[in-house]
């Protein structure tokens, strides 16, 4: 790695979450964000060097070109995918586009920016406007509904990243250096800038999540604040208190803390008349557990703003305009919306789930698996008018459950094994009761198994009903009820529980008759229905 003298710099530590600080009605918070967003284009922004920041770890300065490393002569030139993507969130966000936007040099020298300035979009940004609508409803803010304004998206240049190390010296002394990675350097970053318009954290927190939701199901950006997709500068100002700019917040938990804790420390200059009050616009730095002083904060005139000399404006048609819009998917409110209505009558909580991007980006997306629960859907209502709600179920704890634990992809098991048609029949067999449900989880989990184990190639067409057969899962029909309650009262006896047994007969303990339920079903090894064993049991235990 390259080297560079050390500037002094606070390092984050990873906050823990608190909550939130009630406000004084006197003292009005007022907050607005800076979000940098890293573009997951192929290539860098002025580069062909592959777009890959996070290859830091194991090999630095991997993906780098003479232009990323500011070598004399080398030229930038314009990544157009970047501006693809900018227009995306643009539309999306209802911000009006320039169709002439300019690039900009921004001056100021430190380690991890070996041009002297770096290329960004100041006085012709990409667009101008547009708003973010959060609500009560789907974000759980108190307002009915709350629009966050945005002033401007501008598209930039990422810098190198900073690696600071302790290094011993001579008289037993420690030094500070810095190791420049600039992997990092020239990636495409998209800075959004909002109005100060939050005025408590559930806003800010609510902002975050539904913009990381988006630039996801935008696919522009993995939208992951921990590892560095998005970073955020948050502007915090009490009553007419200078405003002062956070910086160094690696999660949501610390931009929540870093907003209170500075709330409070203004508000406590606010209530101190021995304080001077016309202190000027600062930038400060969270280590944790509170804010501390980085520098007072620059004006545009000291970042000495020029027009880019060799790089021309960025010149769009409006019918590109009109062509990327239609690319467009609904929102997540609009999906949300539609799946807690007919025919699907979803809860709030699964509708999300659906909908809402998670941490198991790897193994499917959201597009992926709202598609995949639709199709099962509508082929499982098809055939049948049983309750569809064990579709959403089955998908949601035991589909998606084995998938975690077995680390298959969605999109390969369904377009390799299990296409939403055939889960569907499976579901279809528990209804008309030829397998049980339990002995159907455990099929499932065995075929995955099975998948896993031949590498997640292609399979022949699954046959349940050979299947069933093959393995005696298929449920027990004609029940000998005097042979089913004699096997229950062994289950009694054997488990020789009598406390257990009166907390169930008195009520104190009801949930537990669900344990003799599951000795049942080991007993019987699946083809007794749960609900026949527990009718049984409260015969046999005198509970109506």
């Given at each position: 790695m390259l080297r560079a003298k050390r500037h002094l710099a606070l390092v984050p530590l990873k906050g823990k979450w608190y909550s939130t600080v009630v406000q004084s009605p006197e003292y009005k918070l007022t907050c607005g964000l800076e979000i940098h967003t890293q573009l997951n284009t192929i290539n860098k922004l002025f580069s062909a060097s592959t777009n890959n920041p996070f290859q830091s770890i194991s090999h630095p300065n991997l993906n780098t070109s003479y232009f990323d490393i500011a070598l004399p002569g080398t030229q930038p030139i314009l990544n157009h995918e970047a501006v693809l993507f900018a227009l995306k969130l643009a539309l999306s966000l209802k911000s009006d586009v320039n169709l002439n936007s300019q690039f900009d040099r921004k001056h100021y020298f430190y380690g991890d920016q070996p041009q002297g300035y770096q290329i960004t979009q100041h006085y012709h940004p990409f667009s101008k406007g547009g708003y973010l609508t959060l609500s009560k409803e789907f974000d759980s803010i108190k307002e009915i509904e709350k629009k966050i304004n945005i002033i401007q998206l501008q598209i930039e240049q990422d810098t190198a990243r900073s690696l600071h190390t302790h290094q011993s010296a001579e008289n037993n002394k420690s030094e500070e250096d810095t190791l420049l990675d600039f992997n990092?350097?020239?990636?495409?970053?998209?800075?959004?800038?909002?109005?100060?318009?939050?005025?408590?954290?559930?806003?800010?927190?609510?902002?975050?999540?539904?913009?990381?939701?988006?630039?996801?199901?935008?696919?522009?950006?993995?939208?992951?604040?921990?590892?560095?997709?998005?970073?955020?500068d948050v502007n915090v100002?009490?009553?007419?208190?200078?405003?002062?700019?956070?910086?160094?917040?690696?999660?949501?938990?610390?931009?929540?803390?870093?907003?209170?804790?500075?709330?409070?420390?203004?508000?406590?200059?606010?209530?101190?008349?021995?304080?001077?009050?016309?202190?000027?616009?600062?930038?400060?730095?969270?280590d944790g557990t509170k804010t501390?002083?980085?520098?007072?904060?620059?004006?545009?005139?000291?970042?000495?703003y020029m027009a880019d000399p060799e790089l021309p404006p960025i010149t769009l048609d409006r019918d590109v305009l009109i062509e990327v819009e239609k690319t467009l998917s609904k929102s997540a409110d609009e999906y949300i919306q539609d799946l807690m209505s007919e025919p699907y009558n979803l809860s709030m909580k699964d509708a999300k789930i659906l909908t809402i991007q998670n941490e198991f980006n790897d193994l499917y997306n959201n597009e992926e698996l709202r598609k995949y629960y639709i199709d099962t859907f509508e082929s499982y209502t098809k055939d049948t008018t049983a309750s569809p709600k064990i579709v959403v179920s089955w998908i949601l704890h035991e589909l998606l459950?084995?998938?975690?634990?077995?680390?298959?992809?969605?999109?390969?098991?369904?377009?390799?094994?299990?296409?939403?048609?055939?889960?569907?029949?499976?579901?279809?067999?528990?209804?008309?009761?030829?397998i049980s449900n339990a002995n159907a989880?455990?099929?499932?989990?065995?075929?995955?198994?099975?998948?896993?184990?031949?590498?997640?190639?292609?399979?022949?067409?699954?046959?349940?009903?050979?299947?069933?057969?093959?393995?005696?899962?298929?449920?027990?029909?004609?029940?000998?009820?005097?042979?089913?309650?004699?096997g229950c009262r062994e289950i009694l006896v054997e488990l020789n529980k009598p406390k257990m047994i009166e907390d169930i007969k008195s009520g104190k303990k009801k949930n537990s008759i669900k344990y003799l339920v599951g000795l049942g079903m080991r007993k019987y090894q699946g083809k007794i229905e749960a609900h026949e064993l527990e009718r049984t049991f409260k015969k046999i235990l005198e509970i109506k």
């Open positions: 990092r350097s020239n990636v495409p970053l998209i800075e959004l800038v909002t109005e100060p318009d939050f005025h408590d954290t559930l806003q800010v927190k609510a902002f975050i999540k539904k913009y990381q939701n988006l630039v996801r199901q935008l696919k522009i950006s993995t939208g992951d604040l921990e590892a560095g997709s998005i970073r955020i100002s009490v009553n007419e208190h200078p405003r002062v700019e956070l910086k160094n917040l690696p999660n949501t938990s610390s931009i929540i803390n870093a907003i209170d804790y500075e709330y409070k420390r203004q508000v406590n200059i606010l209530k101190d008349d021995s304080i001077d009050k016309n202190g000027s616009v600062e930038t400060r730095a969270w501390t002083i980085l520098r007072s904060k620059e004006s545009a005139t000291d970042y000495r459950g084995n998938l975690k634990k077995l680390e298959i992809p969605l999109k390969l098991l369904s377009e390799n094994l299990l296409p939403a048609n055939k889960l569907a029949t499976l579901l279809q067999l528990t209804h008309t009761k030829v989880k455990q099929l499932l989990f065995h075929i995955l198994d099975e998948f896993k184990a031949s590498k997640c190639g292609k399979s022949d067409e699954i046959d349940f009903l050979k299947l069933i057969k093959k393995y005696d899962l298929q449920t027990t029909k004609d029940i000998n009820y005097t042979s089913l309650e004699e």
